[in-house]
């Protein structure tokens, strides 16, 4: 069975500073998706970014980028600039590359807190 | 778009005592999801829907959880009767089938469910 891993309950930046959420997963399967979820006091999941297991090249967006390692089945969250509204709970998450519908299964979550 | 609609946000029962959740998705989504999120976890799936069908439910404790998809479009959600540990966050989420959209998954904001 697909596990994930999240060891960080609560991690703590500086707005401006960078920091990184560390995720570890556990499969046998070679295709696969792996996800940065971001749930504010509104508890709606918001997509951050999105990595498929069978591009090297590590995913971005402006900026949080990741930093995939396939054989180490390891995926961290790198967020520079921080800003006040990034404080939140962040969920890593995998997804099969079979179906399109597959489930998402999610990690425990890392609590981020950005101070001023 | 119009986004993934829950209702009701927060209910308070007692033990026992039965409650239903609502979930309208994102038009023309076919797959449906709930999830359910206890606190200090992250989100666990109790039943998958395509269309009107179920597609995966080996997570949803039938003896006191039921849901259904009436026409393939809204669901409900119910446990009867509740118990303590149901206390949780029920996200719904939407999908498509096809299509290479870089965000597969909508979520809603979820109700909040305390048993006491």
């Known amino acids: 069975a697909q596990t994930v891993t999240q060891s960080q309950p609560e991690m703590s930046v500086q707005e401006a500073e960078t920091v990184t959420l560390s995720c570890t997963y556990d499969t046998s399967e070679s295709d696969y998706y792996l996800f940065w979820y971001k749930q504010p006091p509104s508890r709606q999941m918001i997509l951050v970014i999105r990595q498929e297991a069978y591009k090297q090249q590590n995913a971005t967006e402006n900026r949080f980028s990741v930093n995939f390692q396939k054989a180490a089945k390891s995926f961290s969250l790198k967020i520079s600039d921080s800003q006040l509204g990034d404080a939140a709970m962040y969920f890593c998450a995998y997804r099969r590359a079979l179906y399109n519908t597959d489930k998402l299964i999610f990690g425990t979550g890392t609590r981020l807190q950005v101070f001023p | 778009e119009a986004g993934v609609a829950q209702s009701p946000r927060y209910k308070i029962i007692e033990k026992r005592q039965s409650v239903a959740f609502w979930c309208n998705p994102i038009s023309g989504h076919a797959t449906l999801y709930w999830y359910q999120q206890i606190l200090g976890q992250g989100p666990k799936l109790l039943i998958q829907f395509q269309n009107n069908g179920v597609v995966d439910d080996s997570q949803l404790p039938k003896d006191r959880f039921s849901a259904e998809r009436l026409k393939g479009v809204d669901s409900t959600l119910k446990i009867q009767p509740a118990k303590l540990e149901d206390s949780a966050v029920y996200l719904c989420?939407?999908?498509?089938?096809?299509?290479?959209?870089?965000?597969?998954?909508?979520f809603g904001s979820g109700t909040r469910l305390t048993v006491v």
């Open positions: 989420a939407s999908s498509l089938i096809r299509g290479r959209r870089k965000n597969g998954y909508t």
